[in-house]
């Protein structure tokens, strides 16, 4: 497997894979990889003929007081999970080679960029729009794999690329998670014992909502309400946001309906953990 650092080298593979008749799938990551990010690239390799995997933690999604320095980092570790699981190349630039000196274009999603996570994270999507433009522009992918853990960030990506004319297909895949329901992610290592029992909580009220959903509720005040209940049994964890709403426009609903996102944020102790389903 090939390790790219520079914008004209995924670039220059991925036209040469493309004329010769290969499709290109690109997985973007923040690194510190695990079963979730695997079975995203195991998606890419069985959808396209080459598979690129990037490797950038991007400093413009984290907030100042956020953990941009501390964020885990094990590129070796990394590497060796991508070829595993099917990727051709890693694209692991400097920040220098994405934010060259004088940059000043930003890109801003208007009205997604300020719900959910974008609400209580000023500035996070623009970093997530930014990053992602450039990608995209970088290494030219036919397709581009997102893990549904992060549909609110699924959801503006859809909508700048639709806007942007950019001629990549953003592909969803399920949420993975532990044996326990916990949804796999990096930051889970933060995370003590006991805050990892804490954690489970998110799972718990996301499937409380799908069974209140599967027995007819739709009220998205009383689903709200549940949900809170349930986090009340762990007093530890601290609601960042609960949501219903419109998957495309990230718009609150009054009411359920199939294809509707509810999403659930939380800190346990400082750390913040996303979770979320797709009612249906």
Aim: hydrophobic content about 45%; proline content about 5%.
């Amino acid at each position: 497997m090939e390790i790219l650092r520079k914008v004209d080298e995924i670039r220059g593979w991925s036209r040469n894979e493309r004329r010769s008749g290969n499709t290109v799938g690109l997985v973007p990551t923040m690194g510190a990889l695990h079963a979730g990010h695997a079975s995203l690239i195991r998606a890419a390799a069985e959808s396209c003929n080459r598979v690129a995997v990037t490797i950038f933690v991007n400093p413009t999604q984290f907030g100042p007081n956020e953990d941009y320095s501390r964020y885990p980092r094990s590129f070796d570790n990394d590497c060796a999970l991508a070829a595993a699981n099917g990727a051709h190349v890693v694209f692991a630039p400097t920040v220098e080679e994405i934010y060259p000196a004088g940059t000043a274009t930003l890109v801003e999603v208007e009205g997604l960029s300020s719900r959910l996570d974008g609400l209580s994270r000023p500035g996070h999507f623009r970093g997530v729009a930014t990053v992602v433009a450039k990608l995209l522009i970088a290494a030219e992918p036919d397709r581009a794999f997102f893990g549904q853990k992060d549909a609110a960030q699924v959801s503006l990506i859809r909508r700048m690329v639709t806007d942007l004319r950019i001629g990549t297909e953003i592909v969803v895949c399920p949420i993975v998670r532990e044996p326990d329901g916990l949804a796999l992610s990096s930051r889970n290592a933060y995370l003590s014992p006991t805050e990892r029992a804490q954690a489970l909580v998110l799972n718990r009220a996301i499937r409380n909502v799908e069974s209140l959903f599967a027995a007819g509720e739709r009220r998205a005040a009383t689903l709200v309400a549940t949900t809170r209940s349930i986090f009340a049994a762990e007093p530890q964890v601290r609601i960042d946001y609960i949501e219903l709403v419109d998957w495309s426009t990230l718009d609150p609903l009054e009411s359920a309906a199939p294809g509707a996102l509810f999403a659930v944020a939380a800190y346990v102790g400082s750390t913040r953990l996303i979770d979320n389903t797709i009612l249906s």
